[in-house]
């Protein structure tokens, strides 16, 4: 099983900025690809950025691209980040972690496996 942490959530106003982390442990070997997805009340989950932990690629939701960075660490030790600058209204939301096998453009949601808990963004 894969276990995921996430971390960072928060309230914060219009224009401002929130940084969320996540860490994967577990049995990560077939975790290539880690991802940030958000989903709201009666709402399907969606994705929101994700990054592929043995390359440069990435891939970005157009309502956030320009607006969100997703990054990772060492791909050993499986952490992600998503950094939110410009925050909307419209982005509040539970963020979740995920990880998935591979790394497709646009993503899938069915391909990731293991979630985190989600954490809660709120912006005002």
């Known amino acids: 099983d894969v276990q995921l942490v996430e971390s960072g959530g928060g309230s914060v106003q219009a224009g401002g900025s929130l940084r969320l982390s996540c860490e994967a442990s577990g049995n990560t070997d077939d975790a290539t690809c880690m991802g940030w997805f958000r989903q709201d009340p009666g709402k399907e989950r969606e994705p929101v950025a994700t990054?592929?932990?043995?390359?440069?690629?990435?891939?970005y939701a157009d309502s956030v691209r320009g607006r969100f960075a997703i990054s990772r660490d060492n791909p050993k030790k499986k952490i992600v980040y998503l950094q939110m600058d410009n925050l909307k209204p419209e982005d509040t939301s539970i963020y979740y972690c995920?990880?998935?096998?591979?790394?497709?453009?646009?993503?899938?949601?069915?391909?990731?496996?293991?979630w985190g808990q989600g954490t809660q963004v709120t912006v005002s």
């Open positions: 990054i592929y932990l043995h390359g440069p690629m990435t891939w």
């Open positions: 995920a990880t998935a096998r591979g790394f497709r453009d646009p993503p899938r949601t069915r391909d990731f496996k293991s």
